[in-house]
């Protein structure tokens, strides 16, 4: 039977080296792992093991949270170490249906803003790692980030054929009206597109689209909204925070940054510089927000 300190370091490895994880999430989804497992030796009295996890009910997990709560624990974080248990279950078990089902905490939604780079891949990697199997996993990893990434709306990422590979440090999209334009293609995200395309088990051609459903067809838009939205629950984000505002977090977050608008335009695919304006708009009220939760004279 492997011992818990041994299923911990597989599983920190399986993170780092087969979904890719951030070194942030490694850390934390391993630090949860660790904290269980302490729980479970003093809850069930005795070594724990693969065995051992694998035969837990909803009462243990629910007492291992009771006994966090201990500590103060918020709703959200509470939520955010319990996607880290599924997590952990799951690598252990290798079966969904094996996981106790359990109801996370109630969340807090905040006020609706610009998603946070953190709260985009947080969401990201609870997506890719809930997938039943690597490959898909990979895949909406990697779609997420090309909407954060590279600003695209979902039907433009999802209609990419294989005509754009091999990728380079730019992208050719088609917008609407047929509309073409070149948007910048990050490492990181060709990276995670490469990922994706190495586990595919379909083969990529020119006249395909690149991202694929399991049964090879192109990928639906419906599904990539779907894997979201059970995302955000889980992990207390705004409802507002969907496949779309990822393209309007790329926005606002460059105009942030310093982007000017005509740039910001021309990544965007904006027919009209109106339609990019909005965002000066949404920067100033986060700024405002900022502001009156932060300065001591505000108000």
């Known amino acids: 039977m ?37 729980f479970l030796m003093d809850h069930i009295g005795g070594t ?9 009910k ?8 009771a006994f966090r709560r201990g500590d103060s624990l918020s709703n959200n974080s509470a939520a955010r170490e319990l996607s880290a248990i599924r997590a952990f279950l799951k690598f252990v078990g290798g079966d969904d249906n094996q996981i106790p089902k359990i109801k996370g905490p109630k969340v807090t939604r905040g006020v609706p803003r ?9 969401m990201a990697e609870d997506i890719a790692e809930s997938a039943s199997e690597d490959w898909v996993g990979a895949r909406d990893w990697a779609v997420l980030l090309l909407l954060y990434g ?13 005509d754009a590979l091999p990728l380079s440090d730019t992208l050719r999209v088609t917008g609407k009206r047929g509309k073409t334009r070149i948007v910048p293609l990050l490492p990181q995200v060709r990276e995670a597109i490469e990922h994706y395309i190495d586990l595919c088990p379909h ?17 639906s838009p419906n599904l990539i909204r779907r894997v979201v939205q059970q995302a955000r629950g889980k992990l207390g984000l705004s409802d507002k925070t969907t496949p779309h505002a990822l393209r309007h977090s790329f926005a606002t977050h460059l105009l942030a940054g310093g982007a000017d608008l005509r740039s910001l335009q021309e990544l965007l695919g904006h027919a009209s510089l109106s339609s990019t304006q909005v965002y000066t708009a949404v920067d100033a009220a986060h700024l405002l927000d900022v502001y009156q939760n932060a300065h001591p004279r505000a108000g």
């Open 203 to 219: 083969a990529m051609t020119a006249e395909q689209t690149i991202f694929r459903g399991k049964r090879g067809g192109p990928l």
């Open 58 to 65: 909803q009462a243990d997990i629910r007492s291992y949270l």
């Open 48 to 56: 724990v093991g693969s065995q051992d996890l694998k035969a837990l």
């Open 114 to 122: 610009p998603a946070s780079p953190d709260d985009i891949i947080a």
């Open 150 to 162: 590279s600003g695209l709306r979902i039907s433009e990422a999802l209609d990419l054929n294989g």
């Open 2 to 38: 492997d011992s818990a300190n041994a299923l911990i370091q597989d599983f920190s490895r399986h993170l780092r080296e087969g979904r890719r994880r951030s070194q942030h999430t490694v850390r934390a989804y391993v630090t949860t792992a660790e904290r269980f497992c302490a």
